[in-house]
Structure formats: C-alpha cells, structure tokens
C-alpha cells in the first residue's frame, strides 16, 4: 500500500505541477482568502466565483477588516451566491477569531472546526492549504475520484462510509506536501474525472484505477437517494407605516429553513397537500413552501409574533434581507 501510495502521490503532484488552473486565492498561502475562497466554492463554479471573491477580498481584505464590518455590508458583497447563513457565519467567525485569537488566524483543524460554520470540509480545506497539515479533504469531488479510482460501490453518504473515504484522503494527504495533493484531487474532479465525462486519458491514475480497468467509470459514485421533499404553507402578515415608508421584520424561529432571517411577521406549518389558493411558490432546498402574504393596516403587532422586530425602512429590506423570498413578499404586497 505505502509504495502504492508514493506512486500515487507522484503521479498526482506531476500532473498537477503541470495542468492547475491559475486562480486568484491560489496565489498566496493565507489562510483568511483561502477560506473564503472555500467557502464561495460551496455555493458554485470555480468561474462563477472569481468575480465574487475579487469584490469581496477588496472590499474585505483581511479578517479584521471583516469582523469590523457590518452584517449589512456583508450581505451586500454576498448578494447573488445565496445561503445567506453562510456570509452570517463567515462574519462570526471573523469576530471570533479578532476577539478570541487576538487576530491570528486558527492554524489546526482541530481548533478551526470549532469556528461558526466551519464543518470538516471547509476545516480541513484551511488546515492543509493555509498550513500543510496532514489532513485530506473530502468533497464531492475527492469523493468522486477516490470510488472510481478503488472501485468502490459504496454509500458515500452514510457516516460510516464516509469515514472509509476520509481514511483514504487521510493517508494521501499524509506527507508535508498536503497542500498540494488535496488541490490537486480537486482540480482533477473539476477538470478530468468528472461527474458525466471522464478524460481517463489524460488521467495520473489511468493505470491503477480500477474503473477505468473495468470500463465503468461513471456508474460511481453511487446516486445519493433524493431527500423526501416536504410542503410548508407560510402566511405573512406584512406591517408597513405607509406614511414613514417603514416595515416591521422579526427574525424567523418558524421554520427549519431560513432560520434567523429578518421578514415580516408568519405563520408557517408543514402540510400534505398543496394548498388551493397561494400567492407564490418558492423553494429551499427540500422544501416546497406555498406563500401567502397578508397587508396589514393596523400596526397591533400580532400575538403570533415570534423573535425580536425592528421597523426597517423599505429601501433598507435588501441589505438586512437580500433573499429572493423578501423581494417575492415586497412584490406580492405592491
Ligand atoms: S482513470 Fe478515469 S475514472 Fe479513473 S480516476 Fe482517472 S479520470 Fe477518473
């Protein structure tokens, strides 16, 4: 396994030394980019993300200047890569780590992991690019190469396989060129051995891998099973002071999704039948949510209400809320 190993490595930082992509946070070994960068990459394509990341790090250079700025301001530079909690948690673990850490940037994944919104992924990413630890990252795209590579009809999804794969990523990420080796398994499953087209020829691995041998490379990884969809109705009752131009948001506690985001007062609950009469639909994820939205004319807040509410006023709703379902609900009350 251990000359398996080396060779393995040797072939994939020879090829990697020669083919990677020339990508802004590639550039330098500082953890704050790369973790941005890492984080954006979640949401999209590495082509969709550069202008994204090019805004935000000059807008946002380094962790303090993240920390000091306001959520706001965040969201602004956000708007357009959806997930919102995703730019809450980034500004989060920025205080933290101005406040906590003294500003120094966590170098070990065990002490990474601890930050708001940092899983193993993301952790892991940052430990070894930012730092050369040990530590193999697993992604979709490792994950992908990896079942192809050993042949390995498994359920990726389930923990105990996963942890099977982590274990595999481990020991290829385990010598003091980490870095190189995870971004090199990445840029092989976004360039070469991707989902519905493989390049096997052009492949380091072409002669070890078994799917290659065997002629079935893209019958792995094995399909995910679809999460069960499930239907929410979620009625808004919208407060507004015509006269001030002004909206009364509370954040959200009721509903699994989108929690904590500012919108107008609701009641949601799951259902098993799509509801008669709606005013629009909209998706997250696996939820199906048919929308009612109600004006209201009397500023009574209703009992109903639920988390803190602030008047806001209406030019403002895109920066303190800048999801497509707050301007669904403006539009539907217009
Ligand atoms: S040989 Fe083909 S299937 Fe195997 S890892 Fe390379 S690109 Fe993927």
Redesign the pocket.
Known sequence: MKNNLDQDRKNLLKWYLQHQRSLPWRKSKDAYRIWISEVMLQQTTVTAVIPFYEKFISRFPNVQALSSARIEDVYEYWAGLGYYSRARNLHKSAQMIVQKHNSRFPESFQELIELPGFGPYTARAVASLAYDQRVGVLDGNVIR?LT??YGLDLNWWETVHRNKLQVLADQLANTDQSAHINQAMMELGAT??TPKK???LL?P??KS?K??HEGN?LSRPRSKPKADFEMWQWHFKVLMKKKEQKIYLAENTQTPFLKKNWLPFSQAKKISKKPKTFHFKHGVTKYDIFVTVEKMTSITLPKASSGKGKWIPLNQISQINPTSLAKKIIKAIE
């Open positions: 190469i192809r590579k070469i051995c493989v390049m096997c492949c691995w072409i891998c799917s290659y490379q």
